[in-house]
């Protein structure tokens, strides 16, 4: 019996299961070949026990290691992963940086409100000696001020300082969400801010550096765009409160950022488009969900009788409508663009039907 | 360039081939010393595809195994070249000052050292 002939079936179906911590799109193109490059090899370290090597053979554990490197690295997108995956995680740094920013300009505004006065919200006339029985409660609303150093210490290459100081910044509405269980408000920007600071796990020592320039160009010019709030006035009391809170500014962000994106990209989009456009995209659905959380509070903490009831809620759903009207765009293209891109970077040649599928 | 890079460049210089034979090839130019596990060497071969150093030659199917043969490219040639070429101004250096050393306390050079 020669080596190919061996009935290879149980090993195969062993370094098979192995292969399954490899993304499904890349096993789709390389299982095959790496299965049998894999028999080939193990066959012909003693080909005359082929036999006993198909049923009772197991892949090494430097073998797992270098497949569950290989899941690791791809799934991670490195600067050297293939395209579709190297652009997935740029799309998830887009997602850490775009959520820091908004969440750092939020915290901005209320650091501004809190302790310098803004026209629409004035600053507290006394402040109340901090002593420890009130400590908490001094700390609790000024905590979101991390994700301001957060977003700093990402765009300047320090990740892993940014996760734990959002980390910190996130236990005040932890506990809000623990103590106000049935308020979806709580519950929805937790998730997102989770979301966010998971996603700056993008962030490694061998992906590329962030560009400076545009993020702190955008921090300042959101900076900008806040001291314009007080023309929100001018409209009707419900629709200003729907407008001018933390996921209102998310859907204001989208519907500026989404069709800029939308309008400027190349076609057919290249890497950065792809990536962009997913990320705008991500920022759109946590925008969606966010206002869709804090509408179903208010139309059960607003009674029937309220007269700002409706107002709030139908500006609640005009914003929804807007935000989707930008964001599926955004999504389908960027999501067409990622599916365009190859999951093996081979310059010449085809891999298959699935090679770009 | 990791060393595994290095020595799968070196294996598809002049014939393509497929994946076990790139760890033949490697296993047997390195003296044995490298020897890349399946994963490594598709992570190799991405890498060094992304590059453009390496590329898609054929696909065959032998004896119900079915094979990819990858070759190198010019870039890839030029990329092992400069890499070979470091590789050996870093050899010579340490040669060099071994030999310097070895003179001046009256030792005897190490096996295989060029003096």
Not at chain 1, 47 to 68: H, I, M, N, Q, W
Not at chain 1, 137 to 164: H, K
Not at chain 1, 187 to 207: E, H, K, M
Request: proline share 6%.
């Amino acid at each position: 019996m020669t080596n190919q002939d061996a009935d290879s079936g149980l090993l195969e179906a062993r370094y098979r299961r192995l292969l399954r911590v490899l993304p499904p799109a890349y096993r789709a193109v390389r299982e095959q070949e790496m299965v049998d490059t894999f028999v080939e090899s193990r066959y012909s370290e003693q080909p005359e026990l082929a036999d006993v090597t198909a049923t009772y053979g197991r892949p090494s554990l430097a073998e797992k290691v270098s497949v569950l490197s290989l899941a690791l690295r791809l799934r991670w997108g490195g600067v050297d992963a293939p395209a579709r995956y190297r652009v997935r995680a740029e799309a998830t740094r887009n997602v850490a940086l775009l959520g820091l920013l908004m969440l750092a300009l939020w915290a901005a505004l209320m650091l501004q409100a809190r302790w310098g006065g803004t026209p629409w919200w004035p600053k507290p006339e006394v402040a109340e000696p901090i002593n420890s029985g009130n400590l908490w409660q001094v700390i609790a609303p000024n905590a979101p001020v991390l994700w301001i150093p957060a977003f700093v210490f990402v765009v300047f290459g320090r990740a892993r300082i940014a996760q734990l100081l959002g980390a910190i910044a996130m236990v005040p509405l932890l506990a809000g969400s623990l103590e106000f269980v049935g308020l979806l408000g709580y519950w929805v920007p937790l998730l997102v801010q989770v979301t966010v600071i998971a996603a700056i796990g993008a962030f490694r020592r061998d992906t590329p550096q962030v560009v400076r320039r545009p993020w702190l160009i955008a921090w300042t010019a959101g900076i900008v765009a806040l001291q314009a709030l007080p023309l929100a006035r001018h409209f009707p009391v419900g629709v200003t409160a729907a407008l001018i809170d933390e996921p209102g500014l998310w859907c204001v962000a989208v519907v500026v950022a989404a069709p800029a994106l939308l309008l400027s990209r190349r076609r057919p989009c290249d890497e950065a488009d792809v990536g962009r456009l997913l990320a705008i995209a991500s920022l759109a659905a946590a925008a969606l969900l966010w206002r869709a959380a804090t509408a179903a509070d208010l139309a059960v903490v607003l009674s029937v009788e309220d007269p700002l009831r409706d107002t709030v809620l139908v500006t609640c759903v005009v914003q929804m409508l807007v935000v989707a009207a930008v964001g599926i765009p955004a999504a389908v293209v960027g999501i067409r663009g990622l599916h365009r891109l190859p999951i093996v970077s081979y310059s010449a040649g085809r891999l298959g039907p699935g090679a770009t599928g | 360039m990791t060393e595994q890079a290095f020595f799968v460049l070196t294996a598809l210089v002049g014939q393509p081939l497929h994946g076990y034979s790139i760890l033949k090839a490697v296993t047997e130019l390195s003296d044995g010393r490298v020897k890349p596990r399946v994963g490594t060497l598709y992570g190799v071969l991405d890498r060094m595809a992304a590059e453009g150093a390496v590329e898609l030659d054929r696909e065959e199917v032998v004896s119900g195994r079915f094979r990819r043969y990858y070759r190198l490219t010019d870039d890839g040639h030029r990329l092992l070249a400069r890499e070979a070429a470091r590789q050996a101004a870093n050899a010579r250096t340490a040669t060099e000052r071994l030999a310097g050393w070895a003179a001046g306390v009256g030792a005897e050079p190490a096996a295989g050292e060029a003096v």
